[in-house]
Nanobody
């Protein structure tokens, strides 16, 4: 299994970016996928999540600005980020938590893609 993240970059405050996570060895259409972000010295935080049935959830800090979506044809989960702020600067990671049995999961992470928002 491999998750491949792409699409980060440098953007000015107020701008937009899209990051994408492509799954290899896993069918994203059948799985719950999350996007996380991390800045140096801080814990990795969940930004957006799409469940198996398509339910979407967002961190309060990004609600109304970020949108997670699934492209089954490309086997990707994308995160559209609008109205970006300098505090959105982080390395963004996609995640699939494969259930081993009830309460036990194996985590798979993409390699991370850097998003930098300049003020």
């Amino acid at each position: 299994v491999q998750l491949q993240a792409s699409g980060g970059g440098l953007v000015q405050a107020g701008g937009s970016l899209r990051v994408s996570c492509e799954g290899h060895g896993v069918a994203f259409s059948k799985e719950a996928i999350g996007w996380y972000r991390q800045v140096p010295g801080k814990r990795r935080e969940l930004v957006a999540h799409i469940s198996r049935d398509g339910t979407k959830n967002y961190a309060d800090s990004v609600k109304g600005r970020f949108a997670i979506s699934r492209d089954n044809a490309k086997n990707t989960v994308n995160l559209r980020m609008d109205s970006l702020k300098p505090e959105d600067t982080a390395v963004y990671y996609c995640n699939w938590a494969r259930m081993i049995n009830r309460g036990n999961y194996e985590n798979f992470w993409g390699q991370g893609t850097l998003v930098t928002v300049s003020s």
